[in-house]
């Protein structure tokens, strides 16, 4: 039940920058998916996605970061297959969330300074905080079940 509320509540959430629902749904999946198997809160794999990429899965950065993660294409040679596509949803989901959870056990459990090796800003503070901030004013959920206990 909690993950149906889950589910429904971020589907509502995100509603204004995924319309359709299907792709909604199967997006917010997903990153649950993905980020749990990562051992990362999903809600805040969709602050930095709405950071990285503003929820565009064909987002191409100025230095050649991809998708809704903006993964570097040199990581499909270090922990990925050479067919790898990073605008394929659950590809790129996964290396953004392998490579995240890298950085993190890096910096021994140190969120602000994995985000800056994520984004390449290692001791800056602009980058950290804007995905806390997405995360935190966008995406934290605290179920209704859990509350009321």
């Known amino acids: 039940m909690e993950a149906i509320d889950w589910l429904t509540e971020m589907s509502r959430r995100l509603e204004k920058r995924i319309a359709d629902r299907e792709s909604r749904l199967e997006f917010l999946r997903a990153v649950?998916?993905?980020?749990?198997?990562?051992?990362?809160?999903?809600?805040?794999?969709?602050?930095?996605?709405?950071?990285?990429s503003g929820f565009?899965?064909?987002?191409?950065?100025?230095?050649?970061?991809?998708?809704?993660?903006?993964?570097?294409?040199?990581w499909i040679k270090v922990i990925g297959r050479n067919d790898d596509n990073l605008f394929h949803l659950r590809t790129n989901l996964r290396y953004g969330c392998t490579i995240l959870r890298h950085y993190l056990d890096i910096e021994r459990g140190d969120l602000y300074r994995a985000l800056g090796r994520y984004n390449g800003s290692l001791g800056q503070a602009e980058y950290p905080n804007l995905v806390r901030g997405a995360w935190h004013n966008q995406w934290i959920y605290i179920s209704e079940r859990v509350a009321s206990r």
């Open 32 to 52: 649950h998916y993905e980020a749990t198997r990562a051992g990362l809160d999903p809600q805040m794999v969709l602050g930095l996605i709405q950071v990285e």
């Open 56 to 74: 565009k899965k064909y987002a191409v950065s100025s230095s050649g970061a991809r998708g809704f993660m903006q993964v570097m294409p040199f």
